[in-house]
């Protein structure tokens, strides 16, 4: 059963167990091969102080069977010591195997889940921090899988053997070692879960949180230097960092405390194990070797008892720094492909939305209720309206960035929601207002649409989106790096990237979030070209904000709040007296006329 938190959450120390746990289980024969030579080198060990008593008594009784005594405990003793060598080197290699497996599928899976989540998801959290997140819990585990199984284990076998073998001589003595190790073991556990683990919860937070500020403001540095805000950015981060000192300064003091408490506690076991062993000599009950069996034991008992309280503060570290990346995998996506989904290729492009009702997570009211439309195939249409009307929103439907609540959308005739995502997002181009490039070279980007194009086909693409005379004349040609987000290339050379790879993807279904806004006259130009190139026999769909660039769509959509108000070609809703489309045209017509006068 399940222990759950106060806020509802699975308790952390199970959930972060039963994670690292599923994935041991998928290498049971390493696991169990773990457990078998650490033990087994743990026994060995735990024989050194029993051969230690007997060439201990074997010199103090003398005699002429003392020197062959002696030596024979000694030969047991490296005997073991040998024994325990060879079981840990193999411990150890398997050890090595079975935690770099974990952090590789840990770190692979982290990533492929977080690929799927939502839109939303992505919007709503810091790049950075998410980075961090992962980073720190997979090495979290490294720590994890040696404190369980080099440590925790091995000390473990160590108390439980010891306890027995002194018990098996002195049964008093047994129940002192017994009682001061579960004393001490949960005190440790009580402090390291109760008193240090919430306060280094929230350190790990501000952590995150720090992540996310430094990596914010770095990727954002040119508006910073645009505005000559690096003090202000300095101060904000500055704020950031008094909040994380403070919460980890708490973290570190607690610690401090809790291993003083726990040093007192070993203390007054080791006063009454030599007490009792003194006692047991006075008595004539224990031998000198007897005495060194049990001083030697106990050293083992307290180096190992030492170690176990910062054994529980490594494991309860690792806890907490796994904490939010197992949260993360118990997100579900916010968009999933359905039991049985199969591939699916346009070869149309008809887009129908059946009766479709839809609204964003939150929100009471739907952005679209009972809407229903219907795109031709190869037909252009054009998208227009004010901000927030649901131009936006209707793209990401036939992406499913969204599932609809109710109703149905599909592409010709076959209900997208029953369609693998990969499969439909293959078969839709999209050229967006502020394209995106990976810090690749420019091959690899306008490859991504079609990783295993050849260069001609690579060059192809570049010449009919005029993007290839400009890629020769830099440094590496299409070999050249374009920095983060495509930081070294203009506006209109990473527009002109992204409609090669729209080429590329040669799909028949292409959506133009209004590519030409925001750029140069030239760029413009050269853009405007390649774009009437690569709408030719597809579906296209434009999200215009400037309303010229839809006077030659077969169609255009005027949208107000999740409806389609007005519909038709540019002349005929020109022509509309008192229509929207008319009023939106003509507004921006005269601020243009505004702008150029001044």
């Known amino acids: 059963m399940s222990i759950h938190s106060s806020n509802g959450r699975q308790e952390p120390f199970r959930a972060v167990l039963g994670f690292v746990f599923r994935y041991w289980a998928r290498r049971p024969a390493t696991s169990a091969g773990i457990v078998?030579?650490?033990?087994?080198?743990?026994?060995?060990?735990?024989f050194v102080p029993v051969f230690s008593g007997h060439l201990v008594d074997a010199i103090a009784l003398g005699g002429p069977d003392a020197v062959a005594g002696a030596l024979q405990a000694l030969g047991s003793i490296v005997a073991v010591g040998l024994i325990a060598v060879a079981f840990r080197l193999c411990g150890y290699l398997w050890i090595t195997r079975l935690t770099l497996a974990t952090m590789r599928d840990v770190a692979q899976e982290s990533f492929a889940r977080l690929q799927r989540f939502s839109t939303d998801w992505h919007a709503n959290n810091f790049a950075g921090s998410t980075v961090r997140k992962i980073s720190r819990g997979m090495w979290a585990i490294d720590l994890l899988t040696d404190t369980l199984l080099i440590a925790l284990l091995p000390s473990l076998v160590v108390l439980f053997g010891t306890t027995v073998l002194l018990a098996w001589r002195w049964p008093l003595m047994g129940l002192i070692v017994l009682i001061g190790a579960l004393v001490y073991v949960g005190l440790t556990?009580?402090?390291?879960?109760?008193?240090?683990?919430?306060?280094?919860?929230?350190?790990?937070?501000?952590?995150?949180?720090?992540?996310?500020?430094?990596?914010?403001?770095?990727?954002?540095?040119?508006?910073?230097?645009?505005?000559?805000?690096?003090?202000?950015?300095?101060?904000?981060?500055?704020?950031?960092?008094?909040r994380w000192r403070h919460r980890t300064r708490r973290t570190w003091i607690r610690g401090t405390f809790a291993h003083c408490a726990e040093d007192g506690v070993l203390i007054a076991l080791h006063a009454a194990v030599i007490g009792f062993v003194i006692w047991l000599w006075t008595q004539g009950e224990a031998s000198p070797g007897d005495v060194t069996f049990v001083l030697t034991s106990y050293a083992l008992v307290h180096g190992y008892l030492y170690e176990?309280?910062?054994?529980?503060?490594?494991?309860?570290?690792?806890?907490?720094?796994?904490?939010e990346l197992v949260a993360m995998h118990a997100l579900p996506f916010g968009v999933a492909d359905r039991a049985g989904a199969h591939a699916v290729r346009v070869e149309r492009g008809e887009i129908d939305f059946d009766d479709v009702t839809f609204h964003y997570a939150g929100h009471d009211t739907p952005l679209y209720r009972d809407f229903s439309l219907r795109i031709e195939a190869g037909e252009k249409v054009g998208l227009v309206g004010r901000s927030g009307s649901g131009k936006t929103t209707f793209i990401?439907?036939?992406?499913?960035?969204?599932?609809v609540t109710d109703g149905r959308i599909t592409i010709d005739g076959t209900d997208i929601a029953g369609v693998t995502q990969a499969s439909l997002r293959a078969n839709i181009a999209i050229v967006q207002q502020e394209p995106v490039l990976f810090h690749r070279s420019l091959a690899e980007n306008i490859a991504y649409a079609r990783p295993g194009a050849s260069m001609a086909e690579i060059e192809h693409a570049a010449k009919l989106a005029n993007a290839h005379d400009f890629i020769i004349r830099m440094p590496k040609g299409y070999g050249t790096l374009v920095g983060e987000r495509g930081v070294k290339l203009s506006?209109?050379?990473r527009q002109r990237v992204a409609l090669a790879r729209a080429f590329l993807a040669d799909a028949p279904i292409l959506i133009l979030d209004e590519a030409t806004s925001s750029l140069d006259s030239e760029s413009e130009a050269l853009i405007q070209q390649a774009i009437e190139r690569l709408m030719q026999g597809r579906t296209t769909i434009v999200v215009a904000h400037r309303l010229s660039t839809v006077r030659a769509m077969d169609r255009i959509l005027v949208f107000d709040r999740g409806r389609v108000v007005e519909e038709g070609n540019h002349d005929a809703l020109r022509a509309k007296p008192d229509g929207a489309y008319k009023a939106l045209f003509d507004r921006q017509v005269s601020e243009l006329g505004k702008t150029l006068v001044a």
């Open 36 to 46: 078998g030579a650490v033990t087994l080198m743990t026994v060995a060990n735990l």
């Open 396 to 403: 990401k439907l036939i992406q499913r960035l969204y599932d």
């Open 189 to 242: 556990l009580a402090l390291t879960l109760w008193f240090v683990a919430p306060a280094a919860r929230l350190a790990n937070a501000w952590d995150t949180r720090l992540g996310g500020a430094l990596a914010d403001a770095i990727s954002c540095n040119p508006v910073v230097k645009a505005f000559g805000a690096e003090a202000r950015e300095d101060g904000r981060l500055a704020q950031v960092l008094t």
């Open 308 to 323: 176990v309280g910062q054994y529980v503060h490594n494991l309860q570290r690792s806890v907490n720094d796994m904490e």
């Open 491 to 493: 506006g209109g050379e």
